[in-house]
């Protein structure tokens, strides 16, 4: 999802997303240390979803009315 997309949502709903994307890492990090994920990158790219996540929170946080 692009920032652009992540900035038209509400405050509730990406709470929600940023929810299920830590879950998400969560489990990432769980199969790593099984040795059921292959490809290590989709935890980098988890991470960086979360980052713009609590980006675009921090600025409807700030800027409300934007």
Known sequence: ???SEL???HPPELTRLLA???EHLRDLRFRVNVGQL???REIRKA??????LLTVL???EQHPAV
């Open 1 to 3: 999802m692009k920032l």
């Open 7 to 9: 900035r038209t949502k």
């Open 47 to 52: 991470r960086q979803f979360i980052a713009h």
């Open 58 to 60: 921090k600025e409807k």
């Open 20 to 22: 299920a994307e830590r």
């Open 38 to 40: 292959k490809h290590v």
